[in-house]
T-cell receptor, first 112, second 113 residues
Framework: NAGVTQTPKFQVLKTGQSMTLQCAQD?????MYWYRQDPGMGLRLIYY???????DKGEVPNGYNVSRLNKREFSLRLESAAPSQTSVYFC???????????FGQGTRLTVV | GNSVTQMEGPVTLSEEAFLTINCTYTATGYPSLFWYVQYPGEGLQLLLK???ADDKGSNKGFEATYRKETTSFHLEKGSVQVSDSAVYFC????????????WGAGTKLIIKP
């Protein structure tokens, strides 16, 4: 059971570089989410997709873009990385209100 | 609006002690309530859930009861182990939150042998 799979697991970028974080789920969930977690802090929602074909901004969307490629995949793009985007990024998917959300293992991103 | 408040940490206990981590919520309608656990260096795992009033969620010796009258969902375990050391997050999901999870700030639990 793969669940939610994120790639890569680790990444170091230079300021100004771009990259895309990939996320795929095999649970046929409608909703998918991208969060960031900074040291000693909770989760902050960057973007979410309530269903295929829709995306909405979360709490901290600036500097990020997303694509819901199909029902399985939801990618997060940093167009011009900044040191303030150094964080751990989590992708999650949800089957709805009663099921909660399931998380990937995270991508540890460092921007130097 | 929707919000979740949980007790600040860290909470430090000795092995085999009784654990309570308080969680209260504000929400309209009938949210589902969740506890997640995050072990060091790992992602979040769903620990337990309850989807209606008076439901009790349980897993790995942890329990929490959905109390609508006190808007609470406190996490309890009768005898903690060193391996329970982690950060615990309380959360709710509601139809009127557009299927977003609303998170508490997290409580770090440290169990000493």
């Amino acid at each position: 059971n793969a669940g939610v799979t994120q790639t890569p697991k680790f990444q170091v970028l230079k300021t100004g570089q771009s990259m895309t974080l990939q996320c795929a789920q095999d649970m046929n969930h409608n909703s998918m989410y991208w969060y960031r977690q900074d040291p000693g802090m909770g989760l902050r929602l960057i973007y979410y997709s309530a269903s295929e074909g829709t995306t909405d901004k979360g709490e901290v969307p600036n500097g990020y873009n997303v694509s819901r490629l199909n029902k399985r995949e939801f990618s997060l793009r940093l167009e011009s990385a900044a040191p303030s985007q150094t964080s751990v990024y989590f992708c999650a998917s949800s089957e709805g209100v009663r099921g909660g959300a399931f998380f990937g293992q995270g991508t540890r991103l460092t921007v130097v | 609006g929707n919000s979740v408040t949980q007790m600040e940490g860290p909470v430090t206990l000795s092995e085999e002690a009784f654990l309570t981590i308080n969680c209260t919520y504000t929400a309209t309608g009938y949210p589902s309530l969740f506890w997640y656990v995050q072990y060091p260096g790992e992602g979040l795992q769903l620990l337990l859930k309850a989807t209606k009033a008076d439901d009790k969620g349980s897993n790995k010796g942890f329990e929490a009861t959905y109390r609508k009258e006190t808007t609470s969902f406190h996490l309890e375990k009768g005898s903690v182990q060193v391996s329970d050391s982690a950060v615990y997050f309380c959360a709710l999901m509601n139809m009127n939150s557009n299927y977003q999870l609303i998170w508490g700030a997290g409580t770090k639990l440290i169990i000493k042998p």
